[in-house]
């Protein structure tokens, strides 16, 4: 149980275009979803909190017109990256959480961005 | 605030003992332990909430002690399959599962 589908695994997007990244909790509800961002060889930095039917929470540093998150329904989240420049690539992750405080992270697989 | 995760590599040969060190200058309310493979996702392995807490799954154990500040994660007589990166994840006093995660641990076990 508790599986998180993150889509595409990875993609590659010319300079100026957007990009969406989809992610889901296929068998449970999922009132947070998280999305964190990781450069190679370093920590997860967390992007956003999103929650379900509200605007999404940004960390600090993070564009919120750049980075989009909708969070419609309980069990998707979406990110989509504008404009997206060669500094935005990097290895996207999304998790989610079921209802509850103490409840472990469930990631999704991932998504590759390579910017050219 | 980024917890500091010490050593930032080791390796191992199988068989062999680890320890991975997760520290924070405050009081944390829950330290939570991922495993992370190269190209994949972390993998949720335990979470610890209360000060002395101690718990563990097979021979992967962790502790968080009594002034929650520090927690340590025991891999006892290591597998091949531990190797990975190692990632603890700090919650932000009462901001729920808002995760602030450590540096990483890299560990690689060898035969």
């Known amino acids: 149980g508790a599986v998180v589908s993150q889509h595409p695994s990875w993609v590659i997007c010319k300079s100026g275009t957007s990009v969406k990244i989809e992610c889901r909790s296929l068998d449970f509800q999922a009132t947070t979803m998280f999305w964190y961002r990781q450069f190679p060889k370093q920590s997860l930095m967390l992007m956003a909190t999103s929650n379900e039917g509200s605007k999404a929470t940004y960390e600090q540093g993070v564009e919120k017109d750049k980075f989009l998150i909708n969070h419609a329904s309980l069990t998707l989240s979406t990110l989509t990256v504008t404009s997206a420049h060669p500094e935005d690539s990097s290895f996207y992750i999304c998790?989610?959480?079921?209802?509850?405080?103490?409840?472990?992270?469930?990631f999704g697989n991932g998504t590759r961005l390579t910017v050219t | 605030q980024q917890p500091v995760q010490s050593p930032q590599a080791v390796i191992l040969r199988e068989g062999e003992d680890a320890v991975i060190n997760c520290s924070s200058s405050k009081a944390l309310y829950s330290v939570h332990w991922y495993r992370q493979k190269h190209g994949e996702a972390p993998v949720f392995l335990m979470i610890l909430l209360k000060g002395g807490e101690q718990k563990g799954h097979e021979k992967i154990s962790a502790s968080f002690n009594e002034k929650k500040q520090q927690s340590s994660l025991y891999l006892t007589a290591s597998q091949l399959s531990y190797s990975g990166t190692y990632f603890c994840?700090?919650?932000?006093?009462?901001?729920?599962?808002?995760?602030?995660f450590g540096g990483g641990t890299r560990l690689m076990v060898k035969p």
């Open positions: 994840g700090t919650e932000r006093g009462n901001a729920g599962n808002m995760l602030t």
């Open positions: 998790s989610a959480i079921m209802a509850g405080w103490d409840s472990p992270l469930h």
